[in-house]
């Protein structure tokens, strides 16, 4: 069956260090997401992919950078973490105007 | 830009009905997304409605007023595993944008 598939599903790291969480789906889809949940705020944007070697700026991308050199792929980088980006981290995909279908999330806590 | 409003939260009976309201302003529309997110997991998919009316899948019911600007699901024979929050996301029709910004979601309550 196909899925969605996010690693690792719980990080802890320190301030100042790299972190990339991978996200990994068999859908085929074109389009992947990254989002991120917090307390208050619910579903935040990231960055987002419409295809390979395609990426685009959401609502919140300062910090964050992603990289899609394949369909199945969309892994997200922090480049120096912070304590403001704990959070949970949802990627998700989606064909065209369909219903997006969500990983299991990535717990990310950053000391 | 969008905005996306709906409750906090919500308590209601086992067995009753429960009206879920999300009320949204957008520069375009393409859609409006229901999902549902037990704490600790994935959002998952409800309803889409995209034209005016209502669409019942099962329990489940969404409507839609394109006009107003606003959407409900409505949840019938309330089970207890209907607890879970309720994320309203709308699709902005901007070119090629397939892009869904959530609302804050609304977290339900189911009591005995």
Redesign the interface.
Known sequence: DAEITQSPRHKITETGRQVTLACHQTWNHNNMFWYRQDLGHGLRLIHYSYGVQDTNKGEVSDGYSVSRSNTEDLPLTLESAASSQTSVYFCASSTLENEQFFGPGTRLTVL | GQNIDQPTEMTATEGAIVQINCTYQTSGF??L?WYQQHAG?????LS?NVLDGLEEKGRFSSFLSRSKGYSYLLLKELQMKDSASY?C?V?DSGA?S????????TKLSVIP
């Open positions: 393409n859609g997304f997991e994935a959002p998952t998919f889409y994320l996301a699709m090629g397939y892009q869904l910004t959530f609302g804050k979601g």
